[in-house]
């Protein structure tokens, strides 16, 4: 159920009897820049910390014992073109309390001072809590490179995207955290607020009346709808960008980046879904059997597509001496896929195992909250399970050789051990 509240403000209502707990969601939309992710990724952290009226950390604790144990998180992330700040309380139906039918309004009570009125003085953010968690923010940009695989995804991301926006990070980066201060914070947040779409997410076995009656007292005001779409698409080169460098490392990681002509919902997303099932994505893969139980000569290995921005990262872990091997066997797994060396009983598994994953995304409330927010932002509509299966279903042999004809090397990324030079 949907329901407009103000132009570019709009309310997605999830009504389902599966859970015992009511999720709320607002999530605040714009278009992805890297130093606004920055601003915001901090803003999304300062927001939970406290509140004007609840101005320390064991106070907001305490509230949230009121609100029988509620749970109130943030999240900011970019989602293709998009980037999207979202918190979120989650709290027990009260039709299970006995005694407090009225736990839904306290909820959205308490969310909306978390969101509308946060900490502020004299025009900025409280000084020491603004410190604070940019300093912890700070401390999580600088230990990205302690996970070494992590920090091969960010490289390889960076050149899968040379010289746009969609090089950095989701959550921004750290050089654009030094100029920020609680006043400069306090523009960000002002603007969030007043001209960023809202998304508000409501799921659990609730009245929609009631839910509609606290949304309505937020009175918010009305602003522009932004029509930019989400998927990010680039021109694909004709050579290999290839990069290596040289760390303390127990093991090696090689990383190699394809274009994909795969998008969310769009024609080649099924037939994509099988194809990585087949070639990286299970343990009956081609990378996984091939690379690392018959040939030996990957730790670990997988394959990922990206449906928002149209590429394929695959992932090994290796010794340093074997990255011009395993670079081969990886390769030759691809065209295999493109010859069509695969059997048809391993598609009918791909296919099984996708739509139990599918499924299985129903039984955590996040998740499914999470899947009816994704077909609106990517799609505009609802997608029925029966949709989504039968279009699983029907993909064809013929349908994966073609993505894997499809599938472009753009860059490699080594991160090789210091043992290799000594």
């Given at each position: ?20 707990t009511?999720?709320i ?36 604790d305490?509230?949230?014992?009121w609100?029988?144990?509620?749970s ?18 989650k709290?027990?139906?009260?039709k299970f309390?006995?005694?407090?039918d ?12 978390v ?16 410190s604070?968690?940019?300093?912890n923010?700070?401390n999580?940009?600088?230990s ?9 995804s960010v ?5 899968l ?11 921004g980066?750290?050089?654009?955290l ?7 914070l ?22 929609s009346?009631?839910?509609k ?15 930019e ?19 303390v ?38 990378l ?34 074997k990255?011009?091997e ?10 295999d ?15 099984d ?5 599918f ?7 996040s998740?499914?909250?999470s ?10 509509r ?31 990324f ?6 290799v030079?000594?």
């Amino acid at each position: 159920m949907e329901v407009k509240l103000a132009t570019g403000v709009n309310a997605f209502i999830n009504p389902t009897e599966k859970f015992k707990t009511v999720i709320i969601e607002y999530k605040f939309r714009s278009l992805y820049d890297p130093k606004k992710a920055t601003a915001r990724t901090l803003l999304r952290n300062v927001l939970i910390t406290n509140t004007k009226k609840h101005s320390t950390q064991k106070e907001m604790d305490q509230q949230m014992s009121w609100l029988y144990g509620a749970s109130l998180s943030s999240n900011s992330q970019r989602i293709g073109k998009q980037h999207i700040v979202t918190v979120s309380l989650k709290i027990v139906n009260d039709k299970f309390i006995g005694g407090d039918d009225s736990l839904l309004e306290q909820a959205f009570a308490f969310l909306n001072e978390v969101v509308f009125s946060p900490n502020i003085e004299d025009g900025q953010f409280h000084s020491s809590t603004f410190s604070r968690e940019k300093q912890n923010l700070k401390n999580q940009f600088q230990s990205l490179e302690d996970n070494k695989t992590r920090y091969a995804s960010v490289k390889l991301n960076e050149m899968l995207f040379e010289g746009t926006d969609q090089a950095y990070l989701g959550m921004g980066d750290e050089k654009f955290l030094d100029e920020m201060t609680p006043a400069s914070l306090f523009v960000d947040y002002t603007e969030m607020i007043e001209k960023n779409q809202i998304d508000i997410l409501v799921s659990g076995d609730v009245d929609s009346n009631r839910v509609k009656d606290s949304l309505e007292q937020l009175q918010l005001k009305e602003r522009e709808k932004k029509t930019e779409g989400v998927f990010v698409s680039s021109t694909t080169k004709e050579l290999v960008n290839e990069k290596e460098e040289i760390s303390v490392v127990n093991q090696a990681t090689l990383m190699l980046g394809f274009s994909s002509p795969a998008y969310y919902m769009e024609k080649e997303y099924f037939a994509s879904m099988v194809f990585n099932g087949l070639f990286g994505g299970f343990p009956h893969s081609k990378l996984f059997q091939n690379v690392r139980e018959k040939a030996s000569l990957a730790y670990s290995t997988s394959s990922f597509i990206d449906f928002l921005r149209g590429t394929m990262v695959v992932y090994t872990g290796i010794e340093s001496t074997k990255k011009q091997e395993v670079e081969e066997i990886v390769l030759k797994q691809l065209e295999d896929m493109r010859a069509g060396d695969f059997i048809d009983e391993l598609i009918v598994q791909t296919k099984d195992m996708l739509i139990n994953q599918f499924m299985q995304n129903d039984d955590h409330q996040s998740a499914s909250l999470s899947k009816v927010y994704m077909n609106r932002l990517t799609t505009g509509r609802d997608i029925k399970d029966e949709e989504w299966i039968s279009s699983l279903q029907s993909v064809t042999k013929a349908e994966i050789i073609e993505v894997a004809n499809q599938m472009k090397l753009q860059a490699t990324f080594f991160l090789k051990g210091e043992q290799v030079d000594a």
